[in-house]
């Protein structure tokens, strides 16, 4: 599909935009995307600025994906999420979980720089204290600690409560191999970066790096990589798999959305990233700590608030055409 697709044609209906946060996530304040429309809905390109074209072209073969190919059929109706606490203060987490209505898992970006251990001990203690004895918390370091730190940090947090996972805990896989053998049990280990930004992403299983993988439509290059790359890492070492967002508008949402609903045996997926937003393409609300599988179509109003012109518009659309051109 990707290969009869005429660039030309995706870059005419092609809408460059940059979608305002509540908070920084990730280092940044605002989202930048394109989005185009296709036959069987609207597509997504949304790398973050600092990645290669090589790296690029698969985001934009998930979103060819979507909007001329569209997904496979659903397992399920609805899809559970976690709610997604960035490395706030403390005190500011009642205000991020509220956003998250009915959530009993969250997760907790930890190991951010600038922040200490006592700063992230504290936050997953409040996380904790807001859900109550019946919820569920993974913690995330975006691989930003180093063996030591991550055995440090992480018997610290398990002297509170159990953790659903920690993900990420370190930069490499080898790392998380060590990691995952040095805790003996003690906590699962999931590998994010490691699957999504890795020449070879089973060499996870291989190592026996993780109990639980993240998987990113966009990275991945569609929802049938997502689930083909499941059905592997399942396959060759019992791992279970989370479906994550890539930080993506109310468009690029919907294929996540559409991934986690078909995996067999997925958990609560970590696709609740739509209430970090101050304006969006459409809406993806939460009800009852889950999202309903259902596609949006951005009107022409909602496009045109958050609507980039000039050289961003004529950046992204040059990195379109090289990253196609690839495929």
């Known amino acids: 599909m990707v290969g009869v697709v005429d660039i030309d ?5 092609a809408r460059v935009v940059t979608v305002p946060m509540r908070v920084r996530f990730r280092g940044i304040t605002a989202r930048e995307a394109v989005v185009f429309r296709g036959p069987a809905g609207w597509g997504e390109f949304a790398p ?3 990645y290669g074209d090589a790296e690029s072209a698969l985001w934009l073969r998930a979103g060819i994906e979507a909007a001329y190919q569209g997904f496979p059929e659903p397992l399920r109706t609805v899809v559970p999420i976690n709610a997604t606490v960035p490395a706030v203060a403390a005190a500011q987490v009642p205000e991020v979980l ?3 209505p009915g959530c009993r898992v969250a997760k907790v970006k930890v190991a951010e720089k600038g922040q200490s251990a006592d700063d992230d001990v504290a936050r997953v203690a409040a996380v904790r204290a807001a859900l109550g004895p019946d919820g569920a918390v993974r913690i995330d370091a975006n691989g930003g600690w180093t063996v030591p730190q991550a055995l440090a940090v992480i018997t610290r947090i398990l ?17 998380l191999a060590e990691v995952r053998g040095l805790l003996d049990g003690a906590c699962d280990i999931a590998a994010d970066e490691s699957i999504r930004r890795a020449d070879d992403p089973m060499r996870v299983a291989e190592l026996g790096a993780a109990d639980v993988a993240i998987v990113k439509v966009p990275p991945l290059g569609g929802v049938r990589a997502v689930l083909d790359m499941a059905a592997k890492l399942r396959a060759a070492a019992g791992v279970r798999v989370t479906v994550s967002s890539a930080l993506d508008t109310a468009v690029g ?3 996540g959305i559409a991934a986690a609903a078909a995996i067999p045996d997925g958990n609560a997926a970590g696709l609740g990233t739509g209430g970090f937003f101050t304006a969006d393409l459409g809406t993806h609300p939460v009800v009852d700590g889950a999202l309903r599988v259902a596609a949006v179509d951005p009107s022409e109003e909602a496009i045109a608030a958050v609507e980039e012109t000039g050289e961003r518009r004529d950046w992204w659309l040059d990195r379109m055409r090289r990253c196609a051109a690839l495929l």
């Open 48 to 50: 973050f600025a600092e």
């Open 253 to 255: 949402l919907t294929a």
């Open 159 to 175: 002297e509170q409560g159990p953790l659903d996972y920690a993900e990420q805990p370190c930069a490499t896989v080898e790392e």
């Open 98 to 100: 509220a956003r998250f």
């Open 9 to 13: 044609e995706l870059t005419a209906s």
